[in-house]
């Protein structure tokens, strides 16, 4: 069965690149333009693995994961950032609030971004 991820990104553009990408390598994707929309699926659909933007309408990713905290059965989902924010705070933030990973999308390639999925599936 192949595993599912769950891209919660605004940046359309974005989300349907690594989206494409992803189902390109046998995942199953589903996909959220914003923090709300993100939550709900989080709890309807159990991922294995989110990529989570952290600038987002409505509910920012930082308050998603303060949620996910929340809620035994979601603390064991993986969840990498994808986010333009690269201040030292901010990453330490992240990963404080359980975040496996931390990349700042200027960094890296959307190949690179299926690599660090990869390696946090196994």
Do not use: C, W
Not at 24 to 34: K, P, Q, S
Not at 96 to 109: C, E, N, P, S
């Amino acid at each position: 069965m192949p595993k599912k991820i769950l891209i919660i990104e605004d940046d359309k553009f974005l989300r349907e690149l690594i989206a494409q990408k992803l189902h390109r390598e046998g995942f199953e994707v589903a996909e959220a333009i914003d923090g709300e929309e993100g939550i709900k699926k989080i709890v309807e659909e159990k991922p294995d693995l989110i990529l989570l933007d952290l600038i987002l309408p409505g509910i920012d990713g930082f308050e998603v994961l303060l949620r996910m905290k929340e809620d035994a059965s979601l603390t064991l989902i993986p969840v990498i950032i994808l986010s333009n924010l690269g201040q030292k705070e901010d990453v330490e933030r992240g990963l404080k609030l359980g975040a496996v990973d931390y990349l700042i999308k200027a960094h890296f390639t959307p190949g690179e971004i299926i690599d660090k999925i990869k390696t946090n599936l196994k």
